[in-house]
């Protein structure tokens, strides 16, 4: 007797025991997994908890690496390890040097350490083609997220406004500016600075006023953005208005009202002053 049905039994079967076994599979790689991460993290907690954190990386700078190196010589996977090694040198502005180590933490862990090695080289490396070409590849992967407090598209525009591509950098800074101003009711302080450098520097001075004053009303003792206003002020003629706002700038920052970010006590951001004499 022809069992009619066997092929379609035959096909259930196969459907199941493909279905189990790839449940098993998926089980027993993320049992091998967890044992790996619990591996490092005890890593982790022995050299850079428990040795690299009771050194001074500015000072003790050689027992930091030390602690360091003996985590990896114990994994060479971890990629935070391979960060911690290249974050003083960064700091110490030795970028070539911690270029070598961040790059082995991005090749272990693209999708934690590729947005933090695109902002370290806008803001400490300034490699900014460089940084741009990250960024891209970041926001390809999950869209304008943020790093450091700010978009990656902030970034993006910061560097072209390195590159004196300024026309770039103000499309950019307005849309995200825009997004931020529908999302949040208004653009960070830093983004509107920057919006408005882009547009200092094509001389449109009032469209530049204009910006910054956005800006001076989130952080009305911003001495950058003062000094800049100044001289669009200066530069359509309004010379007394100038001179006060210089005056009130030179107060502001003598006061530390600067740019806030935490990286300025290791690199001074592109715009930033740091000493008014006379305008």
Same mark, same amino acid.
């Given at each position: !007797?022809?069992?009619?049905?066997?092929?379609?039994?035959? !096909?259930?079967?196969?459907?199941?025991?493909?279905?189990?076994?790839?449940?098993?599979?998926?089980?027993?790689?993320?049992?091998?997994?967890?044992?790996?991460?619990?591996?490092?993290?005890?890593?982790?907690?022995?050299?850079?908890?428990?040795?690299?954190?009771?050194?001074?990386?500015? *000072?003790?700078?050689?027992?930091?690496?030390?602690?360091?190196?003996?985590?990896?010589?114990?994994?060479?996977?971890?990629?935070?390890?391979?960060?911690? @090694?290249?974050?003083? =040198?960064?700091?110490?502005?030795?970028?070539?040097?911690? !270029?070598?180590?961040?790059?082995?933490?991005?090749?272990?862990?693209?999708?934690?350490?590729?947005?933090?090695?695109?902002?370290?080289?806008?803001?400490?490396?300034?490699?900014?083609?460089?940084?741009?070409?990250?960024?891209?590849?970041?926001?390809?992967?999950?869209?304008?997220?943020?790093?450091?407090?700010?978009? *990656?598209?902030?970034?993006?525009? =910061?560097?072209?406004?390195?590159?004196?591509?300024?026309?770039?950098?103000?499309?950019?800074?307005?849309?995200?500016?825009?997004?931020?101003?529908?999302?949040?009711?208004?653009?960070?302080? =830093?983004?509107?600075?920057? *919006?408005?450098?882009?547009?200092?520097?094509?001389?449109?001075?009032?469209?530049?006023?204009?910006?910054?004053?956005?800006?001076?009303?989130?952080?009305?003792?911003?001495?950058?953005?003062?000094?800049?206003?100044?001289?669009?002020?200066?530069?359509?003629?309004?010379?007394?208005?100038?001179?006060?706002?210089?005056?009130?700038? @030179?107060?502001?920052?003598?006061?530390?009202?600067?740019?806030?970010?935490?990286?300025?006590? *290791?690199?001074?951001?592109?715009?930033?002053?740091?000493?008014?004499?006379?305008?």
């Amino acid at each position: !007797m022809v069992c009619l049905n066997c092929p379609k039994k035959l !096909m259930k079967l196969l459907i199941c025991l493909f279905t189990l076994l790839s449940t098993f599979c998926y089980s027993q790689n993320s049992t091998a997994l967890e044992k790996v991460k619990q591996k490092q993290d005890a890593i982790i907690e022995e050299y850079y908890t428990n040795c690299a954190l009771k050194h001074n990386y500015k *000072y003790e700078a050689s027992q930091w690496q030390a602690c360091l190196d003996k985590g990896l010589a114990k994994d060479s996977t971890i990629a935070y390890l391979w960060q911690q @090694k290249a974050m003083p =040198l960064f700091k110490a502005r030795k970028y070539e040097a911690g !270029m070598v180590f961040l790059d082995k933490a991005v090749a272990l862990d693209e999708n934690k350490w590729l947005d933090y090695r695109a902002f370290i080289k806008c803001i400490f490396a300034k490699t900014f083609k460089e940084s741009i070409i990250d960024f891209e590849k970041c926001k390809a992967r999950i869209g304008n997220s943020y790093v450091m407090d700010h978009t *990656y598209d902030f970034h993006i525009a =910061l560097c072209y406004l390195q590159l004196n591509e300024f026309e770039k950098a103000e499309k950019t800074f307005k849309a995200d500016t825009d997004f931020q101003k529908q999302n949040q009711g208004e653009a960070h302080h =830093l983004d509107l600075f920057y *919006y408005g450098i882009s547009i200092f520097e094509q001389n449109r001075f009032e469209e530049a006023i204009t910006v910054f004053d956005r800006a001076l009303k989130q952080y009305p003792t911003f001495s950058d953005v003062k000094f800049y206003k100044a001289l669009c002020l200066r530069k359509i003629s309004k010379m007394e208005e100038a001179k006060i706002l210089f005056e009130e700038s @030179k107060k502001d920052l003598e006061n530390g009202s600067t740019i806030n970010e935490d990286q300025i006590h *290791y690199e001074m951001y592109p715009y930033q002053i740091r000493k008014l004499v006379k305008l």
